[in-house]
């Protein structure tokens, strides 16, 4: 998501469903922020926390993203990872060698220095518990995105079914399977599907039909639930349009490419 949106960017919900303008609540605003830790978690990703001064007057909602602007460079965004409630900034930055950008973040917050944010952005969040089940799906790093609500309904009362799919090309890509097989373990309410392509020859497009299929297979009452997506466009649009086709109310689909990759 590079607009990253390891989440990336990744509508304008009523309130009872948890979606909301979330910049008009909290207006993005610049931070200079420390690097605490990066550190490589997979062939390609890296995990960085970022301390923000005055932290707790820093406000975002689970779901949302922040941008890094290096100077001379145009911004580069990336989903929080962490909980709203989470003292450090949580980013998952998937790093391979034909993405420039992600590389010059890489070096930048490893050079030591202070680094620019600016944060909240997007709409496709969580502001509370909502009331019905939720199905999460991501590809690749749009994980970092469904562990920031993950990890902000688990401080909340909610009990509906939540199901996270994700999706990514081999197991070494799910950098952090442990994690969700975690949460399920410690869950009764919680189902962890991860769905692995396998086949170095198929492209990654198939790989998306794969997911589809896989959230699908679920059975799910799709008049009442509420689902979040994060990856690629391809992949984001492909499920929406399978899923208002078995009859979930547009409404309850999420995802922030919807804002930064519009149909035309």
């Known amino acids: 998501m590079k607009i990253v949106i390891i989440a990336p960017m990744q509508t304008d919900m009523k309130l009872e469903t948890s979606a909301l303008m979330a910049t008009v609540n909290h207006p993005p605003r610049q931070y200079l922020a420390k690097v605490v830790d990066v550190r490589s978690i997979s062939h390609d990703v890296f995990r960085v926390e970022l301390k923000l001064p005055r932290r707790r007057e820093v406000s975002f909602y689970a779901g949302q993203y922040l941008s890094v602007n290096l100077p001379d460079h145009d911004p580069c965004y990336f989903s929080i990872a962490s909980s709203p409630s989470a003292e450090h900034i949580e980013l998952h930055i998937q790093a391979s ?37 939720l199905l999460l799906v991501a590809a690749g790093t749009g994980f970092a995105q469904m562990k920031s609500l993950v990890e902000f309904l688990q401080e909340t009362p909610y009990h509906q079914p939540l199901t996270l799919f994700w999706g990514a090309r081999k197991h070494e890509d799910m950098y952090l399977r442990s994690l969700a ?9 919680f189902t962890f599907v991860p769905v692995v392509g396998n086949d170095e020859d198929n492209d990654w497009g198939g790989h998306h039909e794969q997911l589809v299929r896989a959230v699908l297979a679920t059975g799910a009452d799709w008049q009442n639930v509420e689902v979040h997506a994060s990856g690629s466009p391809v992949m984001v649009y492909t499920l929406m349009d399978a899923l208002l086709e078995q009859g979930l109310p547009e409404s309850a689909f999420f995802s922030d490419v919807l804002e930064y990759a519009p149909r035309a």
């Open 181 to 189: 097989q975690q949460w399920q373990e410690n869950s009764d309410t």
């Open 97 to 133: 060698p034909d993405w420039v950008s992600a590389g010059k973040v890489i070096d930048a917050l490893t050079s030591g220095q202070d680094v620019t944010v600016q944060l909240p952005n997007g709409r496709a969040c969580l502001t509370a518990a909502p009331e019905r089940p």
